[in-house]
């Protein structure tokens, strides 16, 4: 970085442009976090408010605060012979009618809210809200990890996997031990299959492709340019093109719903861009290393693993986390080729948005689990990240 | 291809291509094949029984062997799908390309450059289905007193009536257009920056020097120098464009007027058990992308003699 640009970095002279990136930045965060703090909420507290109000006070807080505090103090214990943080007390006002007439009713010939005037219904029922909260009857937090547990199990009734296990009222496919995590249904399992499927399509695309630049790289051979001028081209032939006829050749070998089915399909499609990627490092490494290897007799299946692969390393990582990445994220292919026997993340979620209808507590927990490992190396391996993703984004 | 590459080692004649199997080998089988395949499929009728033609109905119109074209490209909603397409294209290449280097231009000015440009390129990290989901919540629309999804809280609280995003016709596109440049964003300004970072300072300060405004020097100076990184990247934009299928499949399944050429092509296959429909689509789009890969194919060529 040239001395200018650092010195331009220096000094609030360029407010505007603080605002306008700043505003971005913001925008560009707002819709993730607000997933992740809903996927966080008790499922009662989504539907009824906005996963902004985490950031305010609890119900009631407002109403406690104009019409009790005063005398019975923030706590509610200030009046000892009317403790409104004893829950015995509390438990005989469930409801805005039982409260009301306790409010307007006389205690020592004076009125019960002395000179202020008495709460309307509203208002009673959240201070009978906040009072349930402060005399720790209503013990629910506002931040929960059954959300989590639910999607992860695959849970889909009315209450929450703890709750309905505890009570021992689970349904028939729910163990209530460690083996609910792999429940077809659930989250756990869709994540041990994405895992299942993504590692392979790496490895696999990733060594036929190094040999193939290899020699492309450091052999000579009839074609080798127009060979790898198509190979170019390759790279951005779309997905759809050759859907069809491979899920038909799969039906006729039995291969729909495989794991092989799969592994070979992204194999196929990750290559012309590994290959690309991986020859464009290895052609520019320096020939001498290469000749000098030669010359003390190494042959090219030694060059090849003592020489060019670990001096590819960089590449080789960048195009590991992107062609992982791409088949994490995958819908299309799992859909198709995969479906509903081996249902991975991205499928899981879909079938959740699109058809079951889920609620927002299981879907945005759901679609946190899947996108946590993604930001976790986005977040771990930036350098090689971006330069895969850069690399590789025209890809099927 | 460069020559100080070129093979440094004798080697039989048939080395190279025992490196070159295994790859050759796949790519045939799931590309090159299965691609000519498409092709012929997108000629043949519903069941593979006999050609096109045969579908062709007595007084209606009949494309003969091209019959599945006919379906492709006249047929009502193959037509939204292109409209809308020509809507994802114009307005998703501008906004990602318009914004990245707007945040490009401004981050190379403060200090938490990198921080920001983190904030950014982030959802390039997730899948489309995570970002469906994020941005279903946020266009969420609240039937009763409450708005839970952001935008509709923002304009109840303004005193406008909330909005259903994603049925509404005209606005659903656009809806998803944003979640499109949400995610590409970051992508166009990690490129346009580092074209950026290659402009060179002496000639910017002595334009500075020489009176010119900033946004003078950004407009005579900057964008003229970057210019061949801005057409790849639109190039580049454009095809990611024309492949989008999960933001569709996953927020409106292509209902409400939302249908986009490649969720089409993916209903005709495994909605309708149209394979001939469905490959005639496929063809459509790797026409449209072939002047692409031509390019691309020269771009390289040119890099090479360069080398």
Known sequence: MSVHRTARKHGLRNLPVHIILIGLCAIWLIPTIGLLITSFRPVQDINSSGWWTIFSKPKGYEEYQTYCSVCHGDDGSAIPEADLSDPDLVQNYRRSFSLLPSLSREIDGQPHMADSSVPDETQTAAIISYMRRISGLDSSSRLTLDNYIDAFTGYRGNNTYRADCASGKQSVDLYCDIRDLLNPRGMGRAFMNSLFVAVPSTVLPILIASFAAYAFSWMDFKGRQWLFALLVGLQVVPLQMTLIPVSRLYAQLGMNGTFLGIWLFHTGFGLPYAIYLIRNFMGGLPREIFESAYIDGASHWTAFWKLCMPLSIPALASLTIFQFLWIWNDLLVALVFLGGQHPVLTYQIGNMVTSLGAGWHLLTAAAFISMALPMLLFLLLQKYFVRGMLAGSVKG | ?307
């Open chain 2, 1 to 307: 291809m460069s020559k100080n590459s070129s093979g440094i080692m004798r080697q039989k004649p048939m080395t190279p291509w025992m490196y070159l199997l295994p790859a050759l080998i796949v790519m045939i089988t799931f590309i090159v094949y299965p691609g000519f395949n498409t092709f012929y499929l997108s000629l043949r009728n519903n069941d593979n029984s006999g050609w096109a033609s045969t579908r062709c109905l007595a007084g209606q119109p009949c494309w003969g062997v091209f019959e599945n074209y006919r379906y492709a490209l006249t047929s009502p909603i193959m037509q939204t799908a292109f409209l809308n397409n020509l809507k994802w294209i114009i307005l998703m290449v501008s906004g990602t390309v318009v914004l990245g280097l707007l945040i490009a231009v401004l981050a190379d000015r403060v200090k938490y450059e990198a921080l920001a440009k983190s904030l950014i390129f982030l959802p390039m990290a997730i899948s489309f289905v995570g970002a469906g989901v994020i941005w279903k919540f946020m266009y969420n629309y609240g039937s009763s007193q409450v708005q839970i999804g952001v935008l509709n809280a923002i304009i109840t609280a303004l005193g406008g009536q909330p909005v259903s995003w994603l049925t509404e016709p005209q606005i659903n596109t656009v809806a998803l257009i944003v979640v499109g440049v949400w995610m590409w964003t970051g992508f166009c300004m990690t490129v346009l920056a580092a074209a950026l970072k290659g402009v060179s300072e002496e000639i910017l300060e002595a334009s500075r020097v020489d009176g010119a405004n900033e946004w003078q020097v950004f407009w005579k100076i900057m964008v003229p120098q970057i210019l061949p990184t801005i057409t790849v990247v639109i190039t580049t934009m454009v095809i990611n464009v024309l492949k989008i299928f999960d933001i569709v499949y996953v927020m409106t399944g292509g209902n409400y007027g939302t249908e986009v050429i490649a969720n089409r092509m993916y209903i005709e296959m495994y909605k309708n058990y149209d394979p001939g429909r469905a490959s005639a689509i496929a063809v459509i789009l790797i026409i449209v992308i072939i002047p692409v890969m031509i390019m691309n194919i020269r771009r390289f060529q040119r890099q090479e003699e360069m080398r």
